[in-house]
């Protein structure tokens, strides 16, 4: 069996980018270049399975608020983590690292979202219990600059471009072959 092996990188020297089209990929694409807002945390999480009574539940919430007010006066949040938490990220002392909105259950997202660097929440329940969360940083949404992604830009436009020539000279061949065989 004999093949033919189409690369499509061996297009690329062919293709001459112009800055004009380059511009008009950014500028038609905009959502392609933005960075959604993003909060970076850390939570104690006290567990309240669904199905737990009103009065566990309260337990675990007056649990939340003393940890919380510990928190406040100065005790550090990650020692405070690791000793309380019943959460994945206990061992890490609550860091969830940084996470947009629509990462984490609503109630848990809105608190984070609301708060300030530095700030500690108050306790925040959600299906799987109650959190304390202290955000760490903020990092607004942004876009990035048509300098920042020129180059990207570039290659992504020269790559489907070099995969179009040799998809058209699969084509080419495929014709030319029909007709060998078709005569």
Not at 4 to 30: C, G, T
Not at 119 to 138: A, L, N, Q, Y
Request: charge should be neutral; aromatic fraction near 8%.
């Amino acid at each position: 069996v004999r093949y033919l092996h189409f690369d499509p990188s061996n297009y690329k020297a062919q293709i001459k980018m112009a800055d004009e089209e380059v511009k008009a990929y950014y500028a038609s694409n905009p959502e392609s270049f933005k960075t959604p807002e993003t909060v970076e945390a850390r939570h104690i999480l006290l567990k309240v399975n669904e199905g737990a009574s009103d009065a566990l539940a309260a337990q675990k919430r007056d649990e939340a608020e003393k940890i919380a007010k510990q928190a406040r006066e100065g005790a550090d949040f990650a020692s405070l983590a690791k000793k309380h938490s019943e959460g994945p990220t206990k061992d890490k002392g609550g860091y969830l690292g940084a996470f947009e909105r629509k990462n984490m259950v609503k109630p848990f997202a809105n608190a984070a979202f609301e708060l300030k660097a530095g700030e500690i929440s108050d306790p925040v329940r959600t299906e799987f219990g109650w959190h304390v969360i202290k955000v760490e940083k903020k990092n607004p949404a942004s876009s990035k600059t048509f300098a920042e992604v020129e180059s990207q830009i570039r290659t992504k436009l020269t790559d489907e471009k070099a995969g179009n020539l040799a998809y058209d000279d699969v084509e080419a061949i495929n014709v030319i072959i029909e007709r060998c065989f078709t005569a």
